[in-house]
């Protein structure tokens, strides 16, 4: 498959943006998570979401709404977009992989490889090095994974019980899901009408060794925003940089 990158790369995108984002209360109780601003930027996350998906060469969007949605389609109405959005709500919780199915049915290319995020993650990375990596394997689903910083200080001993060191949020030892996705255009036909791909897709492609994980490169950028303590953190390390 060597040269046929280019032609390649998805340009449409799904954008799971229903959750409740009920840890980030107060911030969402007049709106959906990704429609809460990172303190400094004046942008909600979803436009800073859209905007990388834009630099990365993505022309289509469908926003999957449920919670507040109107909050969400009023934004989007009014605010200047780098590309074309489509939202679709949800009349009925379907579960992530059978919102996931339900948006994807709204792609303006269905034989066309895809992006799909959730809409309380800000990362950049480069979304065209991971499509490269999703081919290369010929994988079905590609996830990013990142490795995130463990909240507590740890501690170093030896093996006979000495403290050796304290150690200040290190680096956790395993990588996690990061939210962010390649998948082929068959992919869709493989979710739940409802429930958790996580549970019933992904353990099924992973045994087939259809699924792909992309670890984040060193130094990418990458937070989920589940609380109000992540928006602080978020705002001082990019400087309110959008």
């Known amino acids: 498959m060597t040269g046929t990158h280019v032609s390649s790369y998805p340009a449409q995108a799904v954008i ?30 979803i436009g800073h979401q ?43 919780p379907l ?4 919102g996931l199915k339900h948006a994807a049915a709204s792609l303006p290319h269905p034989d066309q490889p895809w992006y799909a995020t959730n809409g309380d993650i800000w990362t950049r990375f ?13 994988a079905t689903a590609t996830l990013a994974l ?5 909240p507590w200080g740890a501690v170093e001993t030896d093996e006979f019980g000495h403290v050796l ?21 068959g992919f869709r036909e493989l979710l739940p009408e409802r429930g958790d791909h996580e549970r019933t897709t992904f353990p099924r492609l992973a045994r087939e060794r259809r699924l792909a994980g992309f670890p984040l490169p060193h130094g990418a950028y990458w937070r989920a925003i589940d609380t109000a303590k992540d928006l602080t953190e978020a705002a001082r390390e990019l400087g309110g940089a959008p």
């Open 50 to 92: 859209l905007a990388w998906l834009a630099s990365e060469g993505v022309t289509d969007a469908v926003v999957s709404c449920g919670h507040l949605a109107e909050v969400l389609q009023d934004w989007l109405v009014s605010a200047e977009l780098p590309l074309r959005v489509t939202t679709v709500v949800e009349k009925e």
């Open 165 to 185: 060191d304290f150690i200040e949020a290190p680096p956790s030892p395993y990588l996690i899901n990061a939210g962010v996705y390649v998948f082929a255009a």
């Open 126 to 138: 480069s979304l065209r090095e991971m499509a490269a990596f999703h081919q290369e394997r010929d």
């Open 16 to 45: 799971l943006a229903g959750g409740q984002g009920s840890r980030l209360r107060p911030y969402t109780d007049d709106r959906p998570k990704p429609m809460v601003e990172i303190p400094g930027t004046g942008v909600p996350i």
């Open 95 to 98: 579960g992530r992989g059978g």
């Open 146 to 150: 990142a490795r995130p910083r463990i």
